[in-house]
T-cell receptor
Framework: GAGVSQSPSNKVTEKGKDVELRCDPI?????LYWYRQSLGQGLEFLIY????????KSGLPSDRFSAERTGGSVSTLTIQRTQQEDSAVYLC??????????????FGNGTRLTVT | KQEVTQIPAALSVPEGENLVLNCSFT??????LQWFRQDPGKGLTSLLL?????REQTSGRLNASLDKSSGRSTLYIAASQPGDSATYLC???????????FGAGTQVVVTP
């Protein structure tokens, strides 16, 4: 079956513009995670969704960042009024529900965001 | 706060040598530890997941050990090949929902 799909693969935007990043998890995976990978910062947790539960937004760096997950499947990460420090690779991952903490995460290839 | 450290940051070995990658973490109250591989421009591929109650996991040429009490995990790759060249990341499971805390990674180059 298909893996985690992210689009676009690359996005260049001007400072101050809004961007939307999309993630299609593996079919049947109820847990979905967003991470950010920056040079010198490593992988940073942003947000995760699990079924119909309230998402854990504890990793979002500012109120310019938001995410939603519609119908328990596709997720969109939105960054408003982008800043140069938002430039990074945004990675999405999903995991099966059975025993979440013992299920490996499956990552997409990421969206490379460049803010000019 | 959980801190995950990987040493060395980079490693170069000739083909055929065994690879030893180290990961340490400061809080032993973890749910699991996972090792990932990342190729340039790609996402992460899960290699091994060790549950908190386990001491090791094996898959082919890969073996990972976990010592929670000392806050350490080691990934061994036997008989390295040029195709093993990649960045290897370890991550500890911080909560029951699968949220991970990552190390910075070890960049590995295996020369033919």
């Amino acid at each position: 079956g298909a893996g985690v799909s992210q689009s676009p693969s690359n996005k260049v935007t001007e400072k101050g513009k809004d961007v939307e990043l999309r993630c299609d998890p593996i079919s049947g995976h109820t847990a979905l995670y967003w991470y950010r990978q920056s040079l010198g910062q490593g992988l940073e947790f942003l947000i995760y969704f699990q079924g119909n539960s309230a998402p854990d937004k504890s990793g979002l760096p500012s109120d310019r960042f938001s995410a939603e997950r519609t119908g328990g499947s596709v997720s969109t990460l939105t960054i408003q009024r982008t800043q140069q420090e938002d430039s990074a690779v945004y990675l999405c991952a999903s995991s099966s529900r059975q025993v979440l903490y013992n299920s490996p995460l499956h990552f997409g290839n990421g969206t490379r965001l460049t803010v000019t | 706060k959980q801190e995950v450290t990987q040493i060395p940051a980079a490693l170069s070995v000739p083909e055929g040598e065994n690879l030893v990658l180290n990961c340490s973490f400061t809080d032993s109250a973890i749910y699991n530890l996972q090792w990932f591989r990342q190729d340039p421009g790609k996402g992460l591929t899960s290699l091994l997941l060790i549950q908190s109650s386990q001491r090791e996991q094996t898959s082919g040429r890969l073996n990972a050990s976990l010592d929670k009490s000392s806050g350490r995990s080691t990934l061994y790759i036997a008989a390295s090949q040029p195709g093993d060249s990649a960045t290897y990341l370890c991550a500890v499971g911080a909560d029951s929902w699968g949220k991970l805390q990552f190390g910075a990674g070890t960049q590995v180059v295996v020369t033919p």
